[in-house]
């Protein structure tokens, strides 16, 4: 399998609604498929969801720490 196959890249930014409600999103796109992994669209963000997020968007036995 190459490497470029299991390359992963995330995003996390501030989208501002239309009655000015601050929306923080998490994107995770997988390189090899070329298609989204993982969306969350919450307005709370912690460092603890965010980390459960991304563990949650890769495959399963992948170890990530901090």
């Known amino acids: 399998m190459s ?3 299991a ?9 501002l609604t239309a009655t ?8 995770v796109i997988e390189h090899g498929r070329r ?10 963000r912690t460092a603890q969801r965010t980390l459960q997020q991304l563990r ?3 495959e399963e036995g992948a170890s990530i720490s901090i």
Request: glycine share 0%; aromatic share 16%; hydrophobic share 65%.
């Open 3 to 5: 490497r470029a196959k």
């Open 7 to 15: 390359l992963i890249a995330c995003d996390l930014f501030v989208a």
């Open 20 to 27: 000015f409600w601050v929306l923080y999103v998490f994107v």
């Open 35 to 44: 298609c989204l992994a993982h969306v969350n669209v919450t307005a709370n």
């Open 56 to 58: 949650d968007a890769v």
